[in-house]
């Protein structure tokens, strides 16, 4: 190879021997600076930075106790147990409709040998479940309320003595905590309910009171009948305001202005199947209803 071609490439000048020289002194220069200088720069400390790390850092730890906590599981009575509950509980839809079966018949599971009887839960589902039942108290002490069931019927019902009935307008609140069942919150739930009301015009409306068991309802029949008050006034439904109507317990203002529109544009309201076409009318209250209006 001729190596006379390259040659031409490497003749410098004073000059250019100068300015390379320097260039490779500048070089090694940096080179020196770039190991041995420290270009690491200071953090600065800020107070605002601290507290914002700080907070989060309770914050992640409060996140963490909470996947970590177990949800508290609450004692429930299985008679009155939901679709939802028992299968978060891990019972299958048949054993759920067996249970809701049962209490059709009016019927209640006294135990959890018996809620496993009529259900057919296997024994390790009962062993999970049966610890969160909780039965009324009558349930609890059975020897006790059967001795004193047996004394009472010995004493009274032996003797044939007629109940007196009561009307429920009438009633005290001192007549309602006589009913088992009932106790001071609800006996003032129910005369609540009837001065709202005006007057109660039949036993069905017990059934609207929020906190009445079926049981305690079936008692309320016994002892109490409804009597309308002689004096009690009806809601005259065509002559009466928007006012009127949606101060009315089963009307809502919705439903009053809608009256009033209907009124307006068809005539009078002759009975309670012309008010039942208003869109909103609570149909199945409709024999209640009429029992307050007057066409």
Known sequence: MNFKIFGKYFKFTNHQRTGIFLLFGIIM????????????????????????????????????????DKPKVYSFNPNFITDYKGYKLGMSVEEIDRLLAFRRENKYVSSAKEFQEVTKVSDSLLNVMAPL??????????????????????????????????????????????????????SVRILKQKEILGCFV???????????????????NTHFKVIVPPNFKKIAINDASLKELSQFAYFKYTLAKQIVTYRSMNGNINNIE??????????DKAKIISLYLEF
């Open 274 to 283: 012309d008010l039942s076409k208003i869109k909103g009318f609570p149909v």
């Open 202 to 220: 039949s036993m069905e409306q017990m059934s609207d009171i929020w906190g009445l068991s079926p049981e305690v309802i079936s008692e309320l």
């Open 29 to 68: 220069i940096l080179q020196t600076i770039y190991f041995f200088a420290d270009f690491n720069v200071a953090e600065k400390s800020f107070p605002e930075k601290e507290q914002w790390l700080s907070l989060q850092s309770e914050i992640d730890s409060l996140k963490i106790s909470k996947y970590n």
């Open 133 to 186: 039942f909780k039965f009324p108290d009558w349930v609890q002490n059975k020897t006790t309320f059967k001795n004193e069931r047996k004394e009472f019927v010995k004493k009274e019902f032996n003797k044939k003595e007629k109940i007196n009935v009561l009307d429920i307008n009438q009633a005290t609140q001192e007549d309602l905590v006589k009913i088992y069942g009932i106790g001071e919150a609800l």
